[in-house]
């Protein structure tokens, strides 16, 4: 069993910046690949970073060039720099980690990006 906490959401200006971080305890961390996601309301949860154990992050096309997902495997953590925010960032973000047959969630960070 994996348990993941999120961290770092807020209220932040458009064109700011924030660092969610992602904790994972159980489970042998390097083996799952980690991933973000947000799910605005109204719609479907929708993928904005993966990484794999290796740590070579995937990002959304909405993402690239303002967001970057990165690992420590020694941490247990995950991160998410999100700079360059816009209104249609603000989501619930949840942390995601799978393999195999696995899938955990975390309970989710609000991120709000509002003036």
């Known amino acids: 069993q994996v348990q993941l906490v999120e961290s770092g959401g807020g209220l932040v200006q458009p064109g700011g910046s924030l660092r969610l971080s992602c904790v994972a305890s159980?489970?042998?961390?390097?083996?799952?690949?980690m991933g973000w996601y947000r799910q605005a309301p109204g719609k479907e949860r929708e993928m904005v970073a993966t990484?794999?154990?290796?740590?070579?992050?995937n990002h959304a096309d909405s993402v690239k060039g303002r967001f970057s997902a990165s690992r420590d495997n020694t941490e247990r953590t995950i991160y998410l720099q999100m700079n360059s925010l816009k209104p249609e960032d603000t989501a619930i973000y949840y942390c995601?980690?799978?393999?195999?047959?696995?899938?955990?969630w975390g309970q989710g960070t609000q991120v709000t990006v509002s003036a």
């Open positions: 995601n980690a799978k393999w195999g047959n696995d899938d955990y």
């Open positions: 159980g489970g042998i961390f390097s083996w799952y690949v």
């Open positions: 990484i794999f154990s290796s740590g070579t992050p």
